[in-house]
Structure formats: C-alpha cells, structure tokens
C-alpha cells in the first residue's frame, strides 16, 4: 500500500503541474489557467512553483513528448516523497495570535457569492468568510445571536419575533460602497423583500412564506410585506400567519445574511461574482475556476486574531490537495481518496490533527417524476430495491453508511426500523419492474446527470452495474458543479440525477421541505430535483412546521417517511463518514456540526517550525 501511494502522489504532482484537468475542471484542451503557487512549497510542486510564476496566466499545454520526456527524468531522478507526518509545527503560543497566510480549497467551483441565490455546499463557505447573519449556530449545533445583540424576544402567541442589531458593524468599503457604512435594520428588511421578490427567483424563498403577506408579495399580489417592519435604527420585527418551528433557523440561513443594497445597484446581474458584507473577511479577488482570495476585516465587530489572508483555491483534485497537505502547503483537507483515507486513519503521526464523524447527510438517485420512465412509481421503486448499499461501503472502503430512507440516522426525523425503507431485494426490483410492464427491462437507455471526476465515475458505475441486473441500462452523463446544478434544476430536462443534501439546519423540515414539498417546484433552480408533487405530503409538512408539541410533531413526520419510500422520487442510498485534518500550525479549528469547512474563527500559530 505504501508504494501505491508514493507513486500515486509523484504522478499527482506531476499532473497538476502540467495542467491535467482535476475533478470539476472545464474541458479546454489548449489552454489551462494555473493558479499562483500556494505560499508554502515543498516536493515536487518547486516544478509548479516554477511554472506558474512566469508568463501569462494561461499558457499552452506542453505536446505530449515533452510531457512524457519531462515526466520519465523526474521518475528516474527521483522526487522527494510525502512524509508520513505533519512537516511543519506551531510554535507553541498559549494564546491566539493575528497574522500569516493560510490555504484552503475545494475540489469544484463556487457558482456564486449571492447568498439569495447560492444555495450549495461551496457558496455557503465562500459566502460566510465575507458575511454574517443574524443569528448563527455554536458548536454544539445551537443557536445564538451573532449580528444580533440577543436572541430575538418571541410573542406569547409564538408569531412575532423581534431583532435587535449590534450597533457600530459596518459593511466593508468596496467599490460598490467606497468607505463602506454601517448596518442598520432597514438593510435587513430590504434583503429579505430582495429575497422574496419573484425577480430574484431565490431557491430559498419558501423558507421566510410563514411572514405575513410574503407569500402574496412573492406571487405578484401585492407590492409590501406587512409582517415585516423596521421599527428603529437597529430593530426589526416579523410578524409570522402561524408558529414556525423552523423560522429561527431559516434566519441564520445565508439566504437571510443583510445585504447592502448599493452592492446590487452598482454590481447588477454581475452582483453575485463580488461581495460586500460584513463578515470577518473582505473579498480582495476572485480569479474564477481558480482562487478567491480574501483580506482580514480588521473593523469586523468579533475576534481580529486572525491570519491576515486566507486563499480558497478551486477546482483542486482530492489527491493533490493530500499531497500539498503533507507538504505544508495546505491548511486543512476534509475529502481523500480511498487510499488516502486509509492511510490517515492508520498514521498516529496525524491522529491529534484529525476528526472522523459521520455527516448529517443523504445521498441517492433523484428520478424526475414528471419524465417517463419515472413517472411509473413501479419503474422508481424498482431502483430504489435493486441498489447494493452494502456493496457500496465496501467498495468505498467504510466511508459509507447504507441509508435507506430521507433523514440521517444522526437526526431527528430517522426513524428506526422505518417499513418499505429502501434495502436489496432484487426480486421486489424485478415484480417492480413486471408491475411496471416491463418484465425484460426498459427498451432503452436512461441518462445519468452526475459530477465529474474519479469519484463521479466511481459511483456512476455502481449505478450502472445495479440496475443492469433488472434490465435498466445507464448512460452516464458527467458535468461540471455548476452545469449540473443548472441541468438538474430545470424542468423536464433530466431522467435522473446522483445527488447528495447536506443539512443547514438540524431538524426533519430542512430535508422534505426543498427535496420533496411542491412549494420547491419551480422552472428553473428548482430544489426538488424529482419535481414531485403529492398534496397529502404536502399538508403533512405543513402541520409538522407548525406543530408545537414535539411528540405530534415526531408523528407527523413518521407518516411523511412512510409516504416518500413508498413513492420511491429518490432511491435513498448511504449518509457519508467525514474525516477532517489540519496542520499542527492551524489552531482554533474545529469541524462544525452545520456548516462544512468553517474557517472563520482559526488562528495560526506562528513562526511554523520544520520537523520532516
């Protein structure tokens, strides 16, 4: 095993050097944009060093002799390996410091900085270095006030909510708003109307309904919300038509983070590639499909002991990022590869810098119930009985948990021993598929959206292999992050889609209400990827977002898991296990029971000290 990782990473090295496309990158075969070289080098990346200091940004790709000729001398002459474990160390300060430069990264693109608009795992990490919400979640996945002074006061009759803002914080100077200004409530008013409005066309808007009149004012009725006043320079109330049990964890959604609204008036439809908030960093330049780059806010109102620039690389492969992490160059990394995975949950050397859990997510295979063959739920539950969970973990090394219905067996909502829950049984696949007029399997082929990438690939020809055993066969259809969310949120454009939910907040509502309520439907951007629409459900949701006693509420959304495996939209798979490391040197981070990669409250312990 050892060996295969060393050669692995030598020829990783190698290939992000000479511009080989990584997980999410676009297909341009005569020219690759590189990013500049992280701060911190080390191995083999001197060569990218190298080649990405001179010149222009893009350059032409080597022909494919010099790229074999290059590649056979560095092999022969050798190339420092990884080490085993951690190469640099803190230097050993008791409290927390500003200052230095730290890098993270994804493996895709960040699609956009609108938070109305963005509503993915990248724009929300993207997004919250540079603002802030209201309200905002603690470590132990509670609420509390962060733009707020305090947690809202709440009416007896639990409809109206009551905000009060900190005093003093001020939106970042930009060019949208050179000098930059202070918050008041009416720009929190102002972005939820913005939020709202059918022009904006937010995936979020369903989230914020329950205000009075903003259901009307999202559908063109009427052109105010009266349930939301600004009453004072730093108040603001909203006003509900019935207790919401999830309304104070749709405020600290980004969807409700206060926007300026110069920002929108000087930017237009180009508002969503620059920001202009009031979090803890300031967005200096986003290079697109390569890095964001941003600046401590030394005005923001929380801790400045910060480092001074944190840089967000894009589009960077789960094997490379592993390599620059074991070189230093990298701050933390949260997805390996299989052979990486193990080897950091063997290396005792990383065992104080690392984090496994399992995530409060569900992935599976969205069927667009509005497309033949989909339409049938005979053809959907067939899928749902003929895929192999247990194989899949296997085959994935344990980073997978078989789940066979919506919610996580980390949340409430999971119920135990749930009937019809989603499991092999091939013969249950193949009476599906007789019921569905389809004994021999379907005359053709169905389409397959998923991401690109290994890992896309991998899962792809799981799908692949699974349902050929009850005569479906898949074409695969691989995109980029931001094509596949464009394809599989339009309306009767894919079959069916390799998709994965990641909670925003911890309760039942934020997995059925954007996956499975009709409320979610829209044309385009649509979150319910399977477009299926059932009012029983539909009404089930509804009272279990009003209903206050936790026991009925339980009820009510036991009768909605019965309902969606029964109905099959999705064929509901596995929830991932998550591993997490960072350096020695990164101190102060910890994984997030809500959002993915927080970073906004690390130190770095400086002068960093070799010690491999």
Known sequence: ?????????????????????????????????????????????RFGGAF????????????????????LALLVAGCPEAPQGPRYRGAGHEGRRAGGTVVTYHESTVDTLDPHIGWNELATMAVRLCMDGLLDYDTEAQLVPSLAVAMPTVSADGKTFAFQLRP??????????????????????????????????SPGFSFFTKIVGAQAFHDGERDDIPGLRVTGEYTVEFELTEPDQTFLNAMAMPFAYPQAHEHFDHWGDDAGKHCTGVGPYVLERWERGVQLEYRRNDGYWGPHTRPDRLIFMENLDRRVASLRFRNGEVGAIHRQNTADFVFYSEAEAWAPYRNSK???????????????????????R??????????????????????????????????????GAHHLDLDRAREEMRLAGHPDGLDEEVTLLLGEGDVGRIYGELIQSDLARIGIQVKLRPLSFAAYLQESGTRRRSQM??????????????????????????????????????PELDRILDDARAETDRAARAALYERAAAIVVADAPWAFIFSDMKMELWQPYVRGYEPHPVWSQDYRDIWLDLPRERIR
């Open 1 to 45: 095993m050892r060996s295969i990782r060393s050669s692995l990473g030598r020829v990783c090295s190698l290939g992000r050097v000479f511009g080989s496309p990584s997980r999410f990158a676009r297909a341009e075969p005569e020219t690759r944009s590189l990013p500049n070289a992280p701060p911190f080098g080390g191995g083999c990346q």
């Open 52 to 71: 990405s200091q001179a010149g222009p940004e893009t350059r032409s790709l080597p022909s494919a002799p010099v790229v074999l000729g290059c590649l």
């Open 168 to 201: 003093g914080v001020r939106f970042h100077a930009t060019e949208a708003l050179p000098g930059g200004r202070e918050l008041v409530a009416e720009d929190v008013a102002w972005s939820i109307r913005r939020l709202l409005h059918p022009d904006t066309g």
């Open 358 to 380: 399992p995530i409060s997510n569900i992935w599976g295979l969205v069927m667009n119930t509005e497309l033949a063959p989909f339409d049938d739920v005979h053809v959907r």
């Open 382 to 419: 067939a899928v749902a009985f003929a895929i192999d969970r247990e194989g899949w973990s296997r085959a994935r090394g344990g980073r997978l948990t078989p789940n066979g219905q919506l919610i996580p067996a980390t949340l409430p909502g999971h119920v135990r021993n749930l009937d």
């Open 497 to 534: 889609t390799f998709a994965g939910w990641n909670m925003d907040f911890p309760d039942p509502a934020n997995f059925y209400e954007p996956l499975l309520h009709s409320d979610s439907i829209t044309e385009e951007r649509s979150m319910n990827k399977a477009f299926y629409s059932n």
